[in-house]
């Protein structure tokens, strides 16, 4: 049993079918190395394009899950807790029990006009349900491209809920050499939200 004390606080990650699972899973080991708990929702759509997109093989059941993710970030035991679609007694279903952070990155357009529209109908849409009841802070990492109406219009009404619209648009001008400097531009920004310190590269008007 882990005990909870010697963790940060908090942060729910949700991770669903959009491409760029690959910004999640170094989020996930970002929050880990700043010392955060980290309580993380992979969808099963987001478990294909993991497979699709990385050479991670995830298991679908939460405690196999939690054990590899905890192995390939080094986390401490019982830091990084993972649970299933419909555990619906899983602390980020309820507001009692929520942190008071959560990320869904990537988020799928299917997953965020769930959000939008209060679907609830697995527990990564009533976590975010609940973040957005609670006004807790909730960020999306939307990417799809071109976007329709109805996602512009999700976001909008998202972002006057308070959520924040963090699209994984990475940059140019810090020069990306690698396709790891440009997950961390994305994976920095969302840092910088959750007020969380990282080295990942400078902010503007700093010298590199
Ligand atoms: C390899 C792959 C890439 C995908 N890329 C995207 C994407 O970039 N954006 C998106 O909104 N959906 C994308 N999808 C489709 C979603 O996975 C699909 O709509 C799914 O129902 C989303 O479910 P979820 O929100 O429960 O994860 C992709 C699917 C696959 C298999």
Redesign the pocket.
Known sequence: MADEAMFEAPVTVAL?????AQYGLRLIDCLVAARHQVLVLI????H??IA??TDESLPSNPERLSEVLRERSGAAPGQIRCFAREDWMAPVASGSGAPSAMVIC?C?????S?VATGASN?L?ERAADVALKERRQLILV???TPFSAIHLEHMLTLTRMGAVILPAAPGFYHRPQTLDDMIDFIVARILNQLGIAHALMPRWGEAT
């Open positions: 669903t079918g959009a491409s760029g969808s099963k759509a987001a294909m394009v699709t997109e990537p799928s357009t299917g997953t965020l769930a697995n990564i939307p990417r799809e």
